[in-house]
């Protein structure tokens, strides 16, 4: 009985001091924010980004049984004006030209690039920033794309991944940061992309740098440019461009709490 006290009162020590400085820091985080934006408001320094790009083209679903897809079927009755075959090779040629970068027409005007945490971007920051990066100069190696599937529910859509495999083998520079080759071989883990297409064949959205499977390769579960960072050895300055941690709430609540659960429950 006296363990069985002992280590409750550990796991509830652990889940108040967890949960209490969770308070305390969503408080300054509120505060610092309601702050910033009265700032940014009378000052006029607003950073106004442009809305995400919503869907612009639908098919009514068909199902061959109970939750799955007719997808050849929903494809075959699409009212977008190309077909999928030639929808899968326009995303092919923008891959091929660094995301459209090297060929800017491929990308529609009004295009806007979405990762997780970057974006949107339009066209002309987007393609200053990834040309900034030169990953091409940096690593040699191949981005593996496969999995070309055009979306049966948004028909204007391509769905695709990535297996990344690379070398660090010469200067990647993000922003003011230049990582000197390192020789490092990089094993990212399946991300999932996408692009979308206007009815002259442009793209207008690109999506990507989603992680799947955040156990798989040494980017620490990244995707995109931070996941490149993390694994030769750099380090961002904010939260989001280093691996996932849970936060002090999600520890206090899915280990602590049910642990004492455990305790009482089984008897010990």
């Known amino acids: 009985m006296l363990g069985k006290i002992i280590?409750?009162?550990?796991?509830?020590?652990?889940?108040?001091?967890?949960?209490?400085?969770?308070?305390?820091?969503?408080?300054?985080?509120?505060?610092?924010?309601?702050?910033?934006?009265?700032v940014t408001a009378v000052t006029g320094i607003?950073?106004?980004?442009?809305?995400?790009?919503?869907?612009?083209?639908?098919?009514?679903?068909?199902?061959t049984e109970k939750n799955f897809l007719d997808e050849q079927s929903m494809l075959d009755r699409s009212d977008f004006p190309i077909k999928h075959a030639?929808?899968?090779?326009?995303?092919?040629?923008?891959?091929?030209?660094?995301?459209?970068?090297?060929?800017?027409?491929?990308?529609?005007?009004?295009?806007?690039?979405?990762?997780?945490?970057?974006?949107?971007?339009?066209?002309a920051k987007f393609i200053e920033a990834y040309s900034s990066f030169k990953v091409e100069d940096a690593f040699t190696g191949s981005a593996n794309y496969f999995g070309f599937n055009v979306d049966p529910m948004e028909p204007n859509r391509v769905w695709f991944f990535s297996r990344s495999v690379v070398t660090h083998s010469g200067e990647l520079?993000?922003?003011?940061?230049?990582?000197?080759?390192?020789?490092?071989?990089v094993v990212s883990p399946p991300q999932v992309l996408s692009m979308s297409f206007n009815r002259e064949g442009e793209c207008y959205k690109l999506t990507g740098g989603y992680s799947v499977d955040r156990t798989v390769g040494n980017t620490g579960g990244l995707g995109g440019i931070f996941g490149l960072i993390h694994a030769i050895g750099g380090s961002l300055?904010?939260?989001?461009?280093?691996?996932?941690?849970?936060?002090?709430?999600?520890?206090?609540?899915?280990?602590?709490?049910?642990?004492?659960?455990?305790?009482w429950k089984r008897g010990k």
């Open 173 to 185: 520079v993000f922003g003011a940061m230049k990582m000197k080759p390192t020789g490092t071989t």
């Open 86 to 123: 030639d929808l899968v090779e326009k995303c092919k040629a923008v891959l091929r030209t660094q995301f459209g970068c090297e060929k800017p027409e491929l990308l529609a005007e009004d295009f806007q690039f979405i990762f997780p945490v970057v974006g949107p971007l339009p066209k």
């Open 7 to 38: 280590r409750t009162a550990g796991h509830l020590y652990c889940t108040l001091a967890l949960y209490l400085a969770s308070l305390l820091i969503e408080l300054i985080d509120f505060l610092i924010r309601k702050l910033v934006t009265i």
């Open 46 to 63: 607003e950073n106004k980004k442009p809305k995400p790009w919503i869907q612009t083209f639908s098919t009514e679903p068909v199902w």
């Open 237 to 263: 300055p904010f939260p989001e461009g280093k691996p996932w941690k849970p936060s002090l709430r999600w520890e206090a609540f899915s280990i602590h709490v049910p642990a004492i659960m455990n305790i």
